[in-house]
């Protein structure tokens, strides 16, 4: 049930096509945000109520003319939410060069969380400060499960596979000292961390049944998460709930961790 928690806030969503972004799109339109939802690419289906952008996080000129956007349209912005990411196999679709993988994978998920970030938060600032949340994964705290993309761990690093724990985890030490420094400001910056969950990403992997048992096994709780899952917790990191939490993590994982 909507309870207007983010009535009068105005929110960018990056990565807003599918899966954790799309979900916090959906979840802030109801709560009274106004949102701003950035991709690569169009979406196929719009919602009536969003104002929808083009944005490439590893360009800088594209991420400062999405935010000069919001400037001009809004006047300002309270709350960021950097979901856009990638995995390696989607840059091994474009090329089998185990640097280039690592490098695309790096330059999406850490450089495209730092630039928005960046060119953001004067707007923020002026805004009367706010909350950016970053899209970590409980696999930059851990590394990868044994077997994981279909072989073992040292192929992995071989073919390029291994960019995701680091990028991640560069990501959850990103958000601790950008909180530490924009405390002051009347920022607060933190990640959540998922564990596995029912997106596009996941999708061609649990379409084996096989493997699809294996990744609900690794979770205590026996399943999967669900996109809305995290953005109940992205909510929660934007809204007033959360006034006292910066540079901080919040693990949504099912058990993982704990176990």
Not at 19 to 48: H, N, Q, W, Y
Not at 53 to 63: A, G, L, P, R
Not at 147 to 168: F, M, T
Request: charged share 20%; glycine share 10%; with cysteine.
């Amino acid at each position: 049930m909507a309870s207007g928690k983010l009535s009068g806030k105005t929110a960018l969503v990056t990565g807003a096509n599918s899966g954790i972004g799309k979900a916090c799109v959906d979840r802030f339109i109801k709560e009274g945000a106004k949102v701003i939802a950035s991709d690569i690419t169009s979406p196929e289906i719009k919602l009536p109520d969003v104002s929808y952008q083009i944005c490439d996080v590893t360009e800088t000129v594209s991420v400062k003319n999405v935010i000069k956007y919001i400037e001009e349209e809004y006047g300002e912005l309270h709350i960021i939410v950097n979901s856009a990411g990638i995995a390696p196999r989607h840059a091994a679709a474009h090329t089998s060069d185990p640097e280039e993988i690592w490098d695309r994978v790096i330059e999406v998920n850490l450089k495209g969380t730092y630039l928005v970030s960046y060119h953001a938060i004067p707007l923020i600032h002026s805004s009367g400060g706010g909350s950016i949340i970053n899209i970590a994964s409980i696999m930059g705290m851990i590394g990868y499960p044994e077997g994981w993309e279909g072989g073992a761990l040292k192929d992995q690093v071989q073919s390029g596979y291994n960019a995701y724990p680091p990028s991640k985890g560069a990501v959850i030490q990103f958000t601790k000292n950008l909180g530490i420094a924009q405390a002051q400001n009347g920022i607060r910056v933190n990640c959540i961390c998922p564990g596995y969950i029912e997106t596009n990403l996941i999708k061609a992997l649990t379409s084996d049944t096989e493997r699809n048992e294996w990744l609900k096994k690794l979770h205590p709780m026996g399943r999967i998460g669900k996109a809305s899952e995290i953005a109940n917790g992205a909510l929660f990191l934007a809204s007033d709930e959360s006034s006292f939490m910066t540079g901080s993590s919040l693990v949504i994982d099912g058990g993982y961790t704990a176990q």
